[in-house]
């Protein structure tokens, strides 16, 4: 994108949220009327933030800018950039380019365990809670909300509370003599594009309870 400095003042360009060191943001381009060195311009930027001069660069001679350090759509959404040309003879223009960033989906979600229950009596009820833990995902929009998930055909069910935390609770009887220890998966995925996938193993161990019968033949000699 190319912006005259002579003849508009606000300018929005769009970049992805993760674009690389040397992505061409825009070029400004200021004209002068006059010939020879007075028609020489320079470009700079004028009462910028730290952050953006760490973050783009503006070519003195060819007006370009480029993105410079580290761009994050988390961090900041925009940057605002005011740019001067100067002539050799001291004459300047201003204009103002807004830098809006998209968001991309470049965070996968993080499954925190907050508590483990373990062991577990396998005289438990339904509905004990075995564990608790909270997804988080950096990214914005979609990319930033989640689904949670964890292996079929268990005795265990999630059941979210509030925010991002759930809780891992019983749904069905256990029995320690059948299955003794689970590993349960926790699987997180985001709804952005493409789907970022996080995973967590819980051990749970059933304890054992006093429920078998001893079964046993007493003869005579």
Excluded at 14 to 38: F, P
Excluded at 94 to 111: A, M, Q, R
Aim: hydrophobic share 35%; glycine share 4%; aromatic share 6%.
């Amino acid at each position: 994108m190319t912006t005259l400095l002579s003849s508009v003042s606000l300018y929005t360009v769009q970049l992805v949220g993760n674009s690389l060191r040397g992505t061409l943001v825009s070029k400004v381009e200021a004209s002068d009327l006059d010939h020879g060195s007075n028609a020489e311009i320079t470009y700079s930027f004028r009462q910028v933030p730290n952050k953006v001069l760490w973050l783009f660069k503006l070519n003195q001679l060819t007006g370009e800018i480029t993105v410079w350090g580290l761009t994050d759509f988390e961090e900041a959404a925009m940057y605002k950039l005011n740019i001067e040309a100067t002539d050799s003879g001291g004459l300047s223009a201003h204009s103002t380019v807004l830098v809006k960033f998209i968001g991309v989906n470049d965070n996968p979600p993080e499954v925190t365990i907050t508590s483990v229950t373990s062991p577990v009596s396998e005289d438990s009820p339904n509905e004990i809670v075995v564990a608790l833990f909270c997804v988080r995902d950096r990214d914005s929009g979609d990319n930033g909300e989640t689904i949670c998930s964890i292996q079929a055909n268990l005795p265990f069910a999630l059941k979210p509370t509030f925010q991002n935390y759930y809780e891992l609770v019983t749904q069905s009887p256990l029995d320690r003599e059948e299955v003794p220890e689970y590993n349960i998966s926790i699987t997180a995925t985001d709804l952005g594009h493409p789907r970022l996938t996080a995973e967590r193993v819980i051990s749970v161990q059933i304890s054992d309870i006093n429920d078998c019968l001893i079964s046993h033949h007493i003869s005579c000699t």
